[in-house]
């Protein structure tokens, strides 16, 4: 079935390091690609999203390419802050148009030292 | 904004006790959907509803029931409680062609 495949963690860096968060997935047809932030204490935010192979989502200074010949969607940062310490998700869309349904990774935790 | 409004933020359960959670979005979304989080797994969707007078069954629905009240309201319900249930819940929101774009801030439920 379709499936979202997320980098174990905690991922520990220190500020302004240079950040990679890994994404692999498996889905019949064409997914949307999507990923999500989460505070501590907070529900989920969208962060980026990527509709079709190629494209680029990207948001506060977050990037992530949709890799359609490698099944993946890794999150990049160049320069982490401590605020951004966080757990993130990816995940995939499924469902036609009309409606989306989501299905998550497991999440990676990011803890940034000063 | 609130966005979406979530209670109780924490609950503790006896098993076999029944209980609704409750939530609440005021940007005017289509739908909404039920998730439970538990360590490890991610988020799982427990119900869904696509539009008002609307719900489906998600990955996870047994042992859960939901009710569409209204557009704003889209409530869980627990009828008797399993340990298995210990979980966070959050509730989310979206405009009905996309994706979940906002999400409550969740309820931890623990059942004894």
């Known amino acids: 079935g379709d499936s979202v495949t997320q980098m174990e963690g905690p991922v520990t860096l220190s500020e302004e390091a240079f950040l990679t968060i890994n994404c692999t997935y498996t889905a019949t047809g064409y997914p949307s690609l999507f990923w999500y932030v989460q505070y501590p204490g907070e529900g989920l935010q969208l962060l980026l999203k990527?509709?079709?192979?190629?494209d680029k989502g990207s948001n506060k200074g977050f990037e992530a390419t949709y890799r359609k010949e490698t099944t993946s969607f890794h999150l990049e940062k160049g320069s982490v802050q401590v605020s951004d310490s966080a757990v993130y998700f990816c995940?995939?869309?499924?469902?036609?148009?009309?409606?989306?349904?989501?299905?998550f990774g497991t999440g990676t935790r990011l803890l940034v030292s000063p | 904004n609130a966005g979406v409004t979530q209670t109780p933020k924490f609950q503790v359960l006896k098993t076999g006790q029944s209980m609704t959670l409750q939530c609440a979005q005021d940007?005017?979304?289509?739908?909404m959907y039920w998730y439970r989080q538990d360590p490890g797994m991610g988020l799982r969707l427990i119900y869904y509803?696509?539009?008002?007078?609307?719900?489906d069954k998600g990955e996870v629905p047994n042992g859960y029931n939901v009710s569409r009240l209204n557009k704003r309201e889209f409530s869980l319900r627990l009828e008797s409680a399993a340990p298995s249930q210990t979980s966070v819940y959050f509730c989310?929101?979206?405009?009905?062609?996309?994706?979940?774009?906002?999400f409550g801030d969740g309820t931890r439920l623990s059942i004894l």
């Open positions: 990527a509709t079709k192979a190629d």
């Open positions: 509803s696509a539009s008002e007078g609307t719900t």
């Open positions: 989310a929101s979206g405009t009905g062609d996309t994706q979940p774009q906002h």
């Open positions: 940007m005017n979304h289509n739908s």
């Open positions: 995940a995939l869309s499924l469902g036609n148009t009309g409606f989306q349904k989501l299905v």
